[in-house]
Nanobody
Framework: QVQLVESGGGLVQAGGSLRLSCAASGRTFSVYAAGWFRQAPGKEREFVTTISRGGGVTYYADSVKGRFTVSRDNAKNTVYLQMNSLKPEETAVYYC????????????????WGQGTQVTVSS
């Protein structure tokens, strides 16, 4: 079992930056791959990025490549999402997930989820 808590969301103007954190407790976090997803009102949960257990492998949605960076510090049991050049259409609740095995862009493959953190990008 692992518990995830996201933080760092907030209100930012278009073009601005935010850094989200996902703190894990419980079982050793380094045994899990992690991912960030987002969900806007009335829409399905959308893949943003995923990172391998050791942090050496990452994948991004095409829409965020070059602007978002995922990283992790297993000594601190934390995954980060640095978001730059944010756009109004990226307003959503951002969720952190953890899964056994390898990275994945499929939300249903994740075993654990945090409660989410709201990101609002104003135009």
């Amino acid at each position: 079992q692992v518990q995830l808590v996201e933080s760092g969301g907030g209100l930012v103007q278009a073009g601005g930056s935010l850094r989200l954190s996902c703190a894990a407790s419980g079982r050793t976090f380094s045994v899990y791959a992690a991912g960030w997803f987002r969900q806007a009102p009335g829409k399905e949960r959308e893949f943003v990025t995923t990172i391998s257990r050791g942090g050496g492998v990452t994948y991004y949605a095409d829409s965020v490549k070059g602007r978002f960076t995922v990283s992790r510090d297993n000594a601190k049991n934390t995954v980060y999402l640095q978001m730059n050049s944010l756009k109004p259409e990226e307003t959503a609740v951002y969720y952190c997930g953890a899964k056994s095995g390898t990275t994945s862009y499929i939300a249903a493959s994740y075993n654990y989820w945090g409660q989410g953190t709201q990101v609002t990008v104003s135009s």
